[in-house]
């Protein structure tokens, strides 16, 4: 595969064309990592990006087309040649940047307002992989169960065959895993430097070890994970395993979001952080520039105690479970609004059933690549508050202070 680094001089016919003969090649050297057609000029509504990657179905090599709009994604499927013809049709008339990560390239086909093409290329980390192609939905596993990890956590005996009483354990890991995969995928994290994580409330480590594991030994990426728990028995426990198990970058740290804060991050991670101690990890995670937020709140006692049932809701919120549910979509509106204010794409969706808890819900946040204007969410957060009577949210006097919105 090769092009000129000065692509730039040739018609916008030949670098269209250069472009699909490096992709052709990607294909039949199964070095495709990834492919995202960005700057969407279509007339569709909320369409903002399609992610391409490498799938098998039935035996049969596919791309796996993600279209992700505002509030939800839609994933279609066609072989290869299939695929190909589809995205020909779409640049640049409806996108006009395509973003071509191989093995051994990264290239970039960007079309200005006027039509002009510019094709660009360099080389790859030496860290890139290909991503294992995956196979029918309901079979795929981000995790094996003979990693190391799971057997010294109790997730698996000796002979790596599940333990019944921990399936549902194993299903959380694997659920998790997938979402950070697909966002990882969609964000601008690059994996040729090293990727920093914080997992805080990290307990007994599951999530913590799973996704050092996936970083380091799926990916092949240099994965930095500090996992905080107050708890100074558990990160003992862990920071044992972490040594006996050879997970370097691995490491256990005494605290919690408030005296532990990383002053750079790639991905941060709390689960079920009790009422405002959410709101306290989502601020470091924007604090710390992290490309990735992912958040299961549990409690929301700061704004239940505040909320005044407008009247006509309150024949239905003068029941105590209506006034809960209605208190955790309140609040958990609002951080993904504030979220959204500070520049992330911002989901909010039911994660797996958890164990010991029925708190499923997630926050996931992925850092937008350009600017964005917050006076008209920040308007949408006034009037949310507003309607409710709420005088004060946790995250946005947090970010108030630190000057984020004028």
Request: proline content about 4%; charged content about 20%; overall charge neutral.
């Amino acid at each position: 595969m090769s092009v000129s680094n000065d692509a730039a001089t040739g018609s916008v016919v030949d670098q269209r064309a250069q472009f699909f003969t490096l992709l052709d090649d990607c294909l039949a050297q199964s070095a495709l990592v990834k492919l995202v057609l960005a700057r969407y000029v279509g007339a569709e509504t909320d369409l903002q990006r399609i992610l391409i990657a490498p799938v098998t179905l039935k035996g049969q090599a596919c791309l796996s087309f993600v279209y992700r709009y505002k509030t939800r994604d839609i994933t279609k499927n066609h072989p290869l040649a299939e695929a190909v013809a589809l995205i020909a049709d779409l640049l640049p008339g409806s996108f006009r940047n395509a973003h071509l990560l191989s093995l051994s390239d990264e290239v970039q086909l960007e079309f200005s307002k006027k039509g002009k093409a510019n094709l660009s290329r360099s080389q790859a980390g030496p860290s890139r992989v290909a991503p294992a192609a995956a196979h029918d939905r309901e079979k795929k596993r981000y995790l094996e169960l003979t990693r190391p990890f799971l057997t010294d956590l109790g997730v698996t005996n000796r002979q790596h065959e599940l333990i019944p009483a921990m399936s549902r354990k194993w299903k959380q890991i694997n659920k998790f895993i997938e979402v950070f995969s697909h966002a990882l995928a969609s964000s601008a994290i690059r994996l040729d430097k090293p990727v920093r994580v914080a997992d805080f409330g990290s307990g007994k480590g599951y999530l913590t070890f799973a996704i050092h594991d996936y970083l380091r030994n799926t990916l092949q990426v240099q994965g930095e994970v500090t996992g905080v728990e107050l708890r100074e028995d558990m990160v003992t426990l862990c920071n044992n395993a972490a040594a006996r198990l050879e997970h370097p970058g691995l490491v256990f740290r005494c605290g919690d979001v408030r005296s532990v804060a990383p002053s750079e991050l790639e991905v941060m991670i709390a689960l079920h952080a009790c009422d405002i101690a959410t709101d306290y990890a989502i601020h470091t995670g924007i604090r710390s520039g992290a490309a990735i937020i992912m958040c299961s709140p549990c409690c929301h006692k700061q704004i239940r105690q505040q909320i005044q049932s407008p009247g006509l809701l309150q024949p239905m919120l003068q029941y105590g479970l209506h006034m809960g549910q209605q208190a955790e979509m309140v609040t958990d509106s609002l951080r993904a609004l504030l979220l959204e204010a500070c520049g992330y794409e911002t989901k909010v969706f039911e994660f797996i059933s958890l164990e010991h808890t029925n708190k499923n819900k997630m926050i996931l946040a992925v850092k937008r690549a350009g600017p964005v204007d917050p006076a008209s969410i920040l308007a949408r957060i006034g009037e949310l508050k507003s309607f409710y009577a709420i005088d004060e949210q946790c995250l946005e006097t947090l970010l108030r202070a630190d000057g984020y919105f004028s």
